[in-house]
């Protein structure tokens, strides 16, 4: 089965810095997701990457997927304590075929804390 | 994008019932799913709700405990059977729009949250 790995963990930033943060497979990523959940609520869906090298952005969050495909990061810039919550990588399985299952597997999440 | 809505947002329930989480989405979609989210972790897949046919669960999971049912391509039910305090969860559906081929943006509902005593 495929495992995510995030890292850090959590992430205590000053607002105004930029940060990253970096999801790691243990095997080729086909769908990548990118989701922020405030706590005990649903996940807010923010990027999905497919392609190897691929790149997306959507107001200060860029989010870029390796060439090799086994990594993603997840960066934000000029943060602010709206950007705070937890950041969860979702990846997609597929079969030989590469039809999607549609079925993700997810990374354990990095917590962010941003100070005014 | 989707909109999609959960029932009950929370729950309070003692041990031994049972208990049915709805949820709507706005449009018709290919798949639904249903994850679990214990106290601290992450998301875990429970199961894909097939319409019209028997759920698909994954390791770990049974339909004697979390029943699903999915009678058409906007709405989906799980049942919580005989609780336990372990149960205490976040349980979240998701959808998937687009073609069953390739990717497809998938989107989650609020979430309910449950709490067994």
């Known amino acids: 089965s495929q495992e995510l790995e995030q890292s850090p963990q959590s992430l205590i930033v000053q607002e105004g810095k930029n940060l990253t943060i970096n999801c790691t497979s243990s095997?080729?990523?086909?769908?990548l997701y990118w989701y922020k959940q405030k706590y005990g609520e649903g996940l807010i869906f923010l990027m999905m990457l497919q392609k190897g090298g691929e790149e997306k952005s959507h107001e200060k969050i860029t989010a870029k997927l390796d060439e090799k495909k086994q990594q993603s990061s997840l960066h934000i810039t000029a943060s602010q304590p709206s950007h705070a919550g937890i950041y969860l990588c979702?990846?997609?399985?597929?079969?030989?075929?590469?039809?999607?299952?549609?079925?993700?597997?997810f990374g354990q999440g990095t917590i962010l804390t941003v100070h005014p | 994008s989707a909109v999609i809505s959960q029932k009950p947002s929370r729950d309070i329930c003692q041990r031994g019932t049972s208990l049915t989480i709805q949820c709507q989405v706005d449009s018709q979609v290919t798949m639904m799913f249903w994850y679990r989210q214990q106290p601290g972790q992450s998301l875990t897949l429970i199961a894909t709700?097939?319409?019209?046919?028997?759920?698909?669960?994954e390791s770990g999971f049974v339909i004697d405990k979390f029943p699903i049912s999915r009678p058409n391509l906007t709405f989906s039910t799980l049942t919580v059977s005989n609780m336990s305090p372990e149960d205490s969860s976040i349980y979240l559906c998701s959808v998937a729009k687009g073609l069953t081929l390739g990717y497809n943006e998938q989107f989650f509902g609020p979430g309910t949250r449950l709490t067994v005593l």
């Open positions: 709700a097939n319409q019209g046919s028997e759920a698909t669960y």
């Open positions: 979702g990846a997609d399985g597929v079969d030989a075929g590469g039809t999607s299952y549609g079925k993700l597997t």
């Open positions: 095997k080729t990523l086909y769908g």
